[in-house]
């Protein structure tokens, strides 16, 4: 955790290095499944869909690539200045929440569970294909990093804004300032909204992973698990962070698995 509460980005990958394998689906006799754990994936894929929307958020996406156009056109003749090296700066914040892929991995997550739950309805279906624990939990890893990476780049943007607003000042490159000015003032409110989207779908997440048969990957033993539940929090100049609530962690591998000790076939 960072000193102001915020989400540390070491604690929100798990220290993880990324070169972790895709999680494959698992198929399970449809008569040994719990009816509490379909019960339970059908509720919470609902609020999985209206996370995997929400954070496909075409606005944000475009101001991104808008704003590392301008790095790039400008990058001959503005390199070696300071407002430049902000805006770098920025586009590597961009890049690196890209990367994470938080988005994809909550819309996999919601296809591969509603499509096992029109599965599950089909008359005589003896098997069922789900989605693993373990792409719950690659989905949630990646939520709680891209809100310690999307208020790094928000952070980033404030700092171009200050830096152009210098060549504004005096009149040079009125048209590239002002246009990365007004980008870049556009992605850090964007940044704001979507730390906020980032903590629903975790929470969206949390929730459907105890309803996911093995294997996943929070072992016990293996480090601290993430937070069982997330809430924004505000800070006094009108950023927010995601921060625990409370104490709680997600339920470890060991105590889901026995729910599930028949089923996988």
């Given at each position: 955790?960072?000193?102001?509460?915020?989400?540390?980005?070491?604690?929100?990958?798990?220290?993880?290095?990324?070169?972790?394998?895709?999680?494959?689906?698992?198929?399970?006799?449809?008569?040994?499944?719990?009816?509490?754990?379909?019960?339970?994936?059908?509720?919470?894929s609902?609020?999985?869909?209206?996370?995997?929307?929400?954070?496909?958020?075409?606005?944000?996406?475009?101001?991104?690539?808008?704003?590392?156009?301008?790095?790039?056109?400008?990058?001959?003749?503005?390199?070696?200045?300071?407002?430049?090296?902000?805006?770098?700066?920025?586009?590597?914040?961009?890049?690196?929440?890209?990367?994470?892929?938080?988005?994809?991995?909550?819309q996999?997550?919601?296809?591969d569970?509603?499509?096992?739950?029109?599965?599950?309805?089909?008359?005589?279906?003896?098997?069922?294909?789900?989605?693993?624990?373990?792409?719950a939990?690659?989905?949630?890893?990646?939520?709680?990093?891209?809100?310690?990476?999307?208020?790094?780049?928000?952070?980033?943007?404030?700092r171009?804004?200050?830096?152009?607003?210098?060549?504004?000042?005096?009149?040079?490159?009125?048209?590239?300032?002002?246009t990365?000015?007004?980008?870049?003032?556009?992605?850090?409110?964007?940044?704001?909204?979507?730390?906020?989207?980032?903590?629903?779908?975790?929470?969206?997440?949390?929730?459907?992973?105890?309803?996911?048969?093995?294997?996943?990957?929070?072992?016990?033993?293996?480090?601290?698990?993430?937070?069982?539940?997330?809430?924004?929090?505000?800070?006094?100049?009108?950023?927010?962070?995601?921060?625990?609530?409370?104490?709680?962690?997600?339920?470890?591998?060991?105590?889901?698995?026995?729910?599930?000790?028949?089923?996988?076939?």
């Amino acid at each position: 955790m960072t000193r102001d509460g915020g989400a540390d980005a070491s604690t929100a990958t798990g220290n993880d290095d990324g070169r972790r394998e895709r999680a494959l689906p698992v198929t399970c006799a449809h008569a040994d499944v719990p009816k509490a754990a379909l019960e339970a994936l059908d509720v919470s894929s609902r609020a999985l869909d209206v996370a995997s929307l929400a954070l496909a958020r075409r606005v944000f996406s475009k101001e991104l690539t808008l704003l590392d156009a301008m790095r790039r056109k400008s990058h001959a003749q503005h390199r070696a200045s300071k407002h430049h090296g902000m805006l770098s700066d920025a586009c590597k914040r961009a890049r690196d929440l890209r990367a994470l892929g938080a988005a994809r991995a909550v819309q996999a997550l919601a296809r591969d569970a509603n499509e096992c739950l029109r599965a599950s309805r089909v008359y005589g279906c003896v098997s069922l294909t789900m989605p693993a624990r373990a792409s719950a939990d690659d989905a949630m890893r990646a939520l709680y990093a891209s809100c310690v990476v999307c208020d790094e780049l928000r952070a980033a943007c404030e700092r171009v804004v200050e830096a152009f607003a210098g060549q504004l000042g005096r009149g040079y490159f009125m048209s590239l300032s002002l246009t990365a000015t007004a980008c870049a003032s556009r992605v850090r409110c964007e940044c704001v909204r979507m730390i906020g989207e980032y903590i629903k779908a975790y929470n969206a997440v949390g929730r459907i992973r105890s309803a996911l048969p093995p294997p996943g990957r929070f072992q016990k033993g293996a480090g601290p698990p993430p937070p069982a539940e997330l809430r924004v929090r505000e800070r006094a100049d009108g950023s927010a962070c995601a921060v625990p609530v409370g104490d709680d962690v997600v339920s470890v591998d060991d105590d889901l698995d026995a729910v599930w000790s028949g089923c996988v076939m």
